[in-house]
């Protein structure tokens, strides 16, 4: 007889999104977030439909990098997910998922070439875009999915001046595919993150980050919590993890001096990231002078 069991999140593997328009720094920052992950270039992987994109950070370290080219069939993808899997990557890149949805041969070529009624088609092609995604969610890897986004130009204030800026809209992708994902990010023109979905916890109400390996480190971190003898979450971590300022941090310590032994590499790790985090955005202009 089936039994319910209580709900433990235990060593899962991050399933997240990048998005962003042309040039926002989609491939790069998922090259970082994936070094934080796994602390190893080595067990990186990326499967390239963007003509080669994922070398040109090759200077980075020795990940390894699947081109692929039309059709950008899902099938193709599905093959390339197992494949990195079956080689023991930790952690693989997904640059980009937008190509399996309107790329050549993807699933709006497919539809678009299957006679007769529109709406009978896409029972024929749902399952295949459907088996794509599942491969995806199911596979026991960390997976980083950029998706490009539909642009447009809006006009912002610069010097007292207006000057147009290129912003990201919607991804290029399945209009509820942001829902499949545990984390989807949006990255703006001046490489700044912002949170589109966040079920981890980690980034809700910071303002716009730079995404670097300490980012990659910390979703790790998460995705290996400890738990109590019970199974519980560690919330005295999660305490640690909602700290956006050295301030509240040193607080947080000074309230519960029974913590510190117990959790002084997490003070230590936590408060880097707050530091580098704050240093990265003055450096991307995303601070004034004064702030840093």
Not at 216 to 223: N, P, T
């Amino acid at each position: 007889m089936k039994q319910f069991q209580k709900a433990v999140r235990s060593n899962c593997k991050i399933k997240m999104a990048i998005q962003g328009p042309s040039g926002s720094g989609k491939t790069y920052s998922s090259l970082l977030i994936a070094h934080g992950l796994t602390n190893d270039w080595n067990k990186i992987a990326v499967i390239d439909s963007e003509n080669g994109s994922a070398n040109l950070y090759a200077h980075l370290g020795s990940y390894s990098v699947l081109s692929i080219t039309p059709p950008y069939s899902p099938e193709e993808y599905i093959e390339a997910i197992n494949l990195a899997v079956k080689n023991g990557f930790e952690c693989l890149i997904i640059d980009s998922l937008s190509a399996e949805w309107n790329g050549q041969g993807g699933i709006l070529d497919i539809h678009g070439n299957i006679p007769g009624n529109s709406f009978t088609a896409w029972n024929k092609v749902t399952p295949r875009h459907n088996a794509f995604v599942q491969a995806i969610l199911q596979s026991n890897i960390h997976i980083i999915g950029t998706m490009r986004s539909k642009t447009d130009y809006v006009m912002q204030d610069k010097n007292g001046k207006q000057v147009p800026e290129k912003v990201g809209l919607k991804p290029v992708q399945r209009e509820d595919s942001e829902y499949e994902f545990t984390l989807v990010l949006e990255l703006s023109q001046k490489h700044q993150a912002t949170v589109g979905k966040d079920r981890t916890g980690l980034f809700k109400n910071r303002p716009e980050l730079i995404l670097n390996a300490e980012s990659g480190k910390e979703i790790a971190q998460w995705c290996n919590s400890a738990k109590t003898d019970e199974g519980k979450p560690d919330t005295f971590q999660e305490k640690i993890n909602a700290c956006l300022t050295v301030k509240i941090l040193n607080d947080l310590f000074i309230a519960n001096p029974d913590k510190y032994e117990q959790y002084k590499k997490n003070y230590f790790d936590r408060k880097r990231m707050i530091e580098d985090n704050i240093k990265s955005l003055y450096e991307n202009g995303g601070l004034p002078k004064k702030a840093a």
